[in-house]
């Protein structure tokens, strides 16, 4: 089956203690994308990818980095996480141009 | 800077009841305007691309229109299964970089 797969769904962390959280697709796409969707704000973009070793801000990157070190696999880094990271967190990958995003099912990140 | 605005943010329908969603943009110069549908407590799900002004696309219950400032996804007959939150994005400086509206969240009442 075609998918983004992200883990964990839920963590609950501590201020400052790094985390990852891991994004993989099945689907050879060259466009991967991180977002995080927050109540009347919506979904807002972290960074994105254009293909391996290559990625580029979004509109909210401050506090997080991100790698892509193979086509498959597109990991989500904080490094000293903050209660304002608390969110919800979507994956998402492309094939290009205008195609759309397939989106995995979210990892829910509450920070404390 | 480029913005998109849907409205309204929350809508009410009757089951069989048609009615539209606003989806509303400034961007320099448009290269497609994305719907989405999001199910709670899921990602959201591709529905259409649309690329120019008076292009329209169908599916099921569901047609997007797209003018030079706005675009609408018209809801004919809804059913309870339809209830979701609708989302719309334009891409900005490429196709990767995209900027979403907030959403209407529809609730179809059998």
């Known amino acids: 089956e075609a998918q983004v797969t992200q883990n964990p769904r839920y963590l609950i962390t501590v201020t400052g203690k790094k985390l990852t959280v891991t994004c993989s697709q099945n689907?050879?796409?060259?466009?991967m994308s991180w977002y995080r969707q927050d109540p009347g704000l919506g979904l807002r973009q972290i960074y994105y990818?254009?293909?391996?070793?290559?990625?580029d801000k979004g509109d909210v990157p401050e506090g997080y980095k991100v790698s892509r070190k193979e086509k498959r696999n597109f990991p989500l880094i904080l490094e000293s996480p903050s209660p304002n990271q608390t969110s919800l967190y979507f994956c998402?990958?492309?094939?290009?141009?205008?195609?759309?995003?397939?989106f995995g099912s979210g990892t829910r990140l509450t920070v404390v | 800077e480029d913005q998109v605005t849907q409205s309204p943010e929350a809508l009410r329908l009757q089951e069989g009841e048609s009615s539209s969603l606003n989806c509303s943009y400034t961007?320099?110069?448009?290269?497609?305007l994305f719907w989405y549908r999001q199910d709670p407590g899921k990602g959201p799900e591709f529905l259409f691309t649309?690329?120019?002004a008076g292009e329209e696309k169908e599916k099921e219950r569901l047609k997007a229109t797209l003018t030079k400032k706005e675009s609408f996804l018209h809801i004919t007959a809804p059913k309870p299964e339809d209830s979701a939150t609708y989302l719309c994005?334009?891409?900005?400086?490429?196709?990767?970089?995209?900027?979403f509206g907030t959403g209407t969240k529809l609730q179809v009442i059998p």
């Open positions: 961007v320099s110069g448009l290269r497609g």
């Open positions: 689907m050879n796409h060259e466009y």
């Open positions: 998402a990958s492309s094939l290009g141009g205008a195609n759309g995003y397939t």
């Open positions: 994005a334009i891409p900005a400086g490429g196709y990767q970089k995209v900027t």
């Open positions: 649309l690329y120019s």
């Open positions: 990818s254009m293909n391996v070793e290559v990625t």
